[in-house]
Nanobody
Framework: QVQLVESGGGLVQAGGSLRLSCAAS????????MGWFRQAPGKEREFVAA???????YYADSVKDRFTISRDNAKNTAPLQMNNATPEDTADYYC???????????????????WGQGTQVTVSS
């Protein structure tokens, strides 16, 4: 069992930066794939970024070269660094953990086993 808690959301101006944190409790954190998803009002939840147990990273085209996902297995955290934010990045952001997903599954929410409660990000123009 893994429990996830997100933090770091808030209001940022377009072009600014924000760092979201995902803190995980439970054993075997280093063996899980970690992902970030987001959901804007009236839209479906969408993939943002993921990092596998081996450090391989995956990004949605819309955030590539602006966002960076990482993991610290000693601290059980998986932060998401958001740079050059745009109003289109406004959404609730969710951290998720998956047990042994394939690389092809990393982008799909249905393969993730545990979810946090989310943190809200608002980017003003």
């Amino acid at each position: 069992q893994v429990q996830l808690v997100e933090s770091g959301g808030g209001l940022v101006q377009a072009g600014g930066s924000l760092r979201l944190s995902c803190a995980a409790s439970g054993r075997m954190f280093s063996s899980y794939a970690m992902g970030w998803f987001r959901q804007a009002p009236g839209k479906e939840r969408e993939f943002v970024a993921a990092i596998n147990w081996n450090g391989n990273t995956y990004y949605a085209d819309s955030v590539k070269d602006r966002f960076t996902i990482s993991r610290d297995n000693a601290k059980n955290t998986a932060p998401l660094q958001m740079n050059n934010a745009t109003p289109e990045d406004t959404a609730d952001y969710y951290c998720a953990a998956a047990e042994s997903p394939s690389d092809a599954a990393m982008r799909f929410a249905r393969y993730y086993d545990y979810w946090g409660q989310g943190t809200q990000v608002t980017v003003s123009s």
